[in-house]
């Protein structure tokens, strides 16, 4: 009989132990779970705000038609409420980009009629800011300003104000297609971007190598 004591005592030891353990873990756990029904929900990812622009804008293609979500300072999230005004700048310096282009290229070949715009007073397109500031320079600047003042500015408040898509100035597409349309619409940003590359590239490579077309 004296024999079993130790063994009845042991038996009897972990069971309290056990039973112990058991009642600690499943407070702890009642616990855990019911202060986890007041924790604050997690937030969401910065993704979140990124991947609601990309769906909702146009524009996250690269020119081979690949996936192409671009917006490494996260201003989309930063600074949602100012997206329709990014889309509208975007758009106003693809197009002027584009024209500036063109018209770095043509000026290398041909002149509009007067004296002051030869290629005698004017050997190279690079040429044009430094000669004509005193004159046609400050009609430029006048114009654009005058077109800003009365047509960009309420446009650019309609457009923050969701009365108007970024860049349509009422210039109605070739086709009702609204496939085409979105398509063009993608050409048009894809080509933007290119010529803002390009136009930069373009200014510095013509004052380095003092070239006109093609600027080597």
């Known amino acids: 009989f004296f ?7 042991f038996l ?9 353990m058991t009642k600690s873990a499943a407070a702890i756990l009642a616990l855990a779970a019911s202060a986890s029904a ?44 100012l997206v329709p005004f990014f889309r509208e700048a975007e758009l106003r310096h693809g197009r ?24 005698d007073a004017i050997p190279k397109t690079i040429d044009a800011h430094n000669v004509l500031l005193e004159g046609p320079m400050h009609q430029l600047l006048l114009w654009i300003g005058l077109f800003d003042l009365v047509i960009t500015i309420p446009a650019v408040q309609a457009t ?5 898509e970024a860049g349509d100035f009422g210039i109605a ?28 590239g373009i200014a510095t490579q013509s004052v380095l190598t003092g070239n006109g ?4």
């Open 3 to 9: 024999s079993l004591d130790p063994i009845i005592f």
């Open 12 to 20: 009897i030891t972990n069971n309290f132990i056990s039973f112990t």
């Open 38 to 81: 007041f924790a604050p929900a997690p937030l969401a990812t910065k993704s979140t705000a990124l991947n609601a622009v990309f769906d909702d804008y146009i524009g996250a293609q690269d020119f081979k038609g690949g996936k192409f979500e671009f917006d490494p300072l996260n201003l989309a999230e930063t600074y949602s409420p």
């Open 96 to 119: 002027t980009a584009q024209l500036a282009v063109l018209g770095f290229i043509v000026t290398d070949f041909v002149r509009i009629p007067g004296d002051a715009y030869s290629f």
């Open 160 to 164: 923050m104000d969701g009365e108007r």
């Open 173 to 200: 597409y070739t086709t009702k297609d609204v496939k085409t349309q979105e398509r063009y619409a993608m050409n048009e940003l894809l080509h933007g971007r290119l010529a803002m590359c390009a136009i930069g």
């Open 213 to 216: 077309f093609p600027y080597v």
